[in-house]
């Protein structure tokens, strides 16, 4: 396991960059834009990746070597040679007081890297619609919500005013709230569709197409028409092993083909980026759907 994960990526030239630009180039597209991309203070970062090194509870006991274990520079410069033309800093907050000091964070590496889209999170406490203001105003364009990580009812009446505003201001959030790769006392489709029925506005991008519970968020998907989907490790032959995708809910996939938007969950997978993009390409749902999950979709969503 420690030789897989100390695995350097080559960022100039590699073989890899060079089979994905083959890829996008294949389809027509300009790039990638991925919507879920992990940017965070390094020493943060770091502990989650020490957390998926012991095997934590919360990554399902799995080994899960990280595959782009670089320092931050490098691993944007990374996503620059595989041609993303834009990407996010996914990160959140596991207890109180902390989405603030991260939100500041985010400011500035959102100033230094023009290419990420500024990206804000939140977490039911005293204070957080003042906070998620403070980050809209500041020009927040995403936010990610942890319910696994963070352990808490995204229906807890703290957030309700958080997602009013986010509703209202269009926001996208980008939430964990499936119960794979390990659930959690509020992860599954019923505490969030509580939040969609107060809140049915709101532009939810489910992470992870909700693995392992598909079916049940491509029915929420269906039912609100803000809701999305990201691929995030979706479909690789890791998840197929812990949690396949059903064969039998593909048409659906196809149907709604204009709201699933390409994830990876980068730098912190345990195998090439090359394979997610590999594994959407083998779903056979066509180029079509390739183009606008790869690119158009999100480019669309947040006006690229």
Not at 36 to 63: I, Q
Not at 91 to 119: E, I, Q, S
Not at 164 to 188: N, Q, R
Request: hydrophobic share 45%; with cysteine; net charge negative.
């Amino acid at each position: 396991m420690d030789d897989h994960r100390e695995a350097p990526a080559d960022p100039a030239g590699s073989a890899e960059a060079d089979e994905i630009r083959r890829f996008w180039g294949r389809l027509g597209l300009p790039g990638l834009v991925d919507v879920h991309t992990h940017f965070m203070p390094e020493r943060v970062l770091h502990k989650v990746w020490g957390y998926f090194d012991a095997l934590g509870t919360l990554t399902g006991g799995l080994e899960w070597p990280i595959t782009y274990r670089q320092e931050e520079a490098e691993r944007a410069g990374i996503l620059r040679e595989f041609g993303v033309r834009a990407f996010t800093a996914m990160l959140y907050p596991h207890k109180p007081g902390m989405a603030r000091w991260l939100n500041d964070w985010a400011v500035d590496f959102a100033a230094r890297t023009p290419d990420c889209l500024h990206t804000a999170t939140l977490y039911p406490e005293p204070g957080v619609e003042a906070y998620v203001r403070e980050a809209v105003e500041a020009g927040a364009r995403v936010f990610k919500a942890h319910v696994q990580v963070g352990a808490y009812d995204p229906a807890d009446e703290l957030l309700r005013p958080a997602w009013g505003l986010l509703a209202e201001a269009g926001i996208p959030v980008v939430i964990h709230c499936g119960s794979g790769p390990a659930p959690g006392k509020h992860t599954g489709p019923e505490p969030i569709a509580r939040v969609l029925a107060r809140h049915p506005r709101l532009r939810l991008v489910f992470a992870h197409m909700g693995m392992p519970e598909y079916e049940e968020f491509l029915d929420l998907a269906e039912r609100y028409t803000q809701v999305r989907l990201d691929t995030t490790m979706a479909f690789t032959d890791f998840s197929e092993k812990l949690a396949p995708f059903p064969p039998a809910a593909l048409p659906r996939l196809a149907d709604l083909g204009d709201r699933v938007l390409l994830g990876s969950d980068f730098p912190n997978i345990p195998y090439p980026y090359l394979h997610q993009l590999h594994a959407l390409e083998r779903l056979g749902l066509g180029e079509a759907w390739l183009r606008a999950v790869c690119h158009d979709n999100a480019a669309e969503l947040f006006g690229l």
